[in-house]
C-alpha cells in the first residue's frame, strides 16, 4: 500500500506543512490575496457583531484579512489539523486578535456552535474530502451552524477530470507553478497529490451537493486555473 491509499488530511497538513503553508499556497494560487480580498468585500454588510465560522480555517487566512477588516467580529476557526491551527493562534496573537478568536479542533460535524453563525467560510477544504457523502456532511454542519440566510464562501478545486478543459487548465496552472523554481522531485510529488487526494468534481455536481445541504444555489464569484469559488445563502 502506498502513502497515497492511506492519505489523512490531518497528517498532511503536519507541522512542517503549517509553517510552509503561507508561501506554498501563494506559488499555488497566484491569486490567493485576491480571492480573500474578495471575501471581504462579500462579507461587508455583514453586522457590526457578526459571528463567522471558518472551516478548515488553516493558518488564518480568513480570520485575520477578515478580522483586519472590521473589529468587532468574532470568529470560530475549526480545523482538523491540529498544526495548521498552532499557526493561526500565532498568528491570531501577533495580530492582537486573540479576544475574538475560538478555535475547534476536529470535523465541522462534531461541532455544536453554542449560537449560529451569521457568515461562514470554507476556502480550499472540501476538495480535500473524497467520499461524497463526508462531503455532503461537512457543507450540512455549516449550513446547521449559520442562522437562516446567512452567508457562505466556499472555494474549491474543481472540474471534469475527463474533459479537454481540465487537461488544458491543469498543465497550465502546474507549468505557473514550476515556475517558482520547484525542483522536479517535488513537482511530481504534488503531481501524483492533486492525481490521487483531490476529489475534482464538475462544477453542476458541486453546485447540487451545496443545495442538497441547505443552500441557496451558490454563484461563482471567483477562478483560477482550476480553483473556483462561490457565494450561497443558507435556506
Ligand atoms: C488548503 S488549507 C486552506 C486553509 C485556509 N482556509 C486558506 O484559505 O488558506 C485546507 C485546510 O482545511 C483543513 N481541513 C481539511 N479537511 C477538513 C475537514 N473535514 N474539517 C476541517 N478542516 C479540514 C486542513 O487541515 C487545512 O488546514
Redesign the pocket.
Known amino acids: 500500500m502506498t502513502s497515497h491509499d492511506r492519505f489523512e488530511?490531518?497528517q498532511?497538513?503536519d507541522a512542517a506543512l503549517?509553517e510552509r503553508?503561507e508561501r506554498r499556497?501563494r506559488m499555488f494560487c497566484p491569486s490567493?490575496d485576491a480571492?480573500?480580498e474578495m471575501i471581504g468585500a462579500l462579507f461587508s454588510r455583514l453586522p457590526k457583531d457578526a459571528s463567522i465560522l471558518?472551516?478548515?480555517?488553516?493558518?488564518?487566512?480568513?480570520v485575520i484579512r477578515l478580522g483586519m477588516r472590521s473589529p468587532s467580529w468574532r470568529f470560530v476557526a475549526?480545523?482538523?489539523?491540529p498544526d495548521?491551527?498552532h499557526v493561526c493562534r500565532e498568528r491570531v496573537e501577533g495580530q492582537r486578535m486573540s479576544g475574538r478568536v475560538e478555535y475547534f479542533h476536529?470535523?465541522?460535524r462534531d461541532y455544536c456552535p453554542p449560537l449560529p453563525f451569521d457568515a461562514a467560510?470554507?476556502?480550499?477544504?472540501?476538495h480535500?474530502?473524497l467520499s461524497r457523502e463526508?462531503r455532503m456532511a461537512?457543507f450540512q454542519a455549516i449550513a446547521d451552524s449559520l442562522k437562516p440566510g446567512g452567508l457562505l464562501v466556499f472555494?474549491d478545486l474543481y472540474g471534469d477530470r475527463h474533459s479537454v478543459n481540465f487537461a488544458h487548465l491543469l498543465a497550465s496552472w502546474l507549468d505557473g507553478y514550476a515556475a517558482h523554481g520547484v525542483l522536479e522531485m517535488e513537482l511530481n510529488k504534488d503531481r501524483e497529490h492533486i492525481e490521487h487526494d483531490i476529489a475534482f468534481i464538475p462544477e453542476s455536481e458541486l453546485l447540487d451537493l451545496l443545495e442538497r445541504s441547505g443552500f441557496s444555489r451558490p454563484i461563482r464569484f471567483y477562478q483560477t486555473f482550476l480553483f473556483g469559488a462561490w457565494v450561497g445563502y443558507k435556506l
Not at 471558518?54 to 480568513?62: H, I, M, Q, R
Not at 467560510?121 to 472540501?126: A, K, M, R
Open positions: 488530511v490531518s498532511h497538513f503549517a503553508y499556497i490567493y480571492l480573500h471558518s472551516a478548515g480555517a488553516g493558518t488564518g487566512a480568513e475549526a480545523d482538523i489539523s495548521m491551527l476536529g470535523r465541522l467560510t470554507s476556502i480550499f477544504v472540501s480535500f474530502i463526508e461537512h472555494g
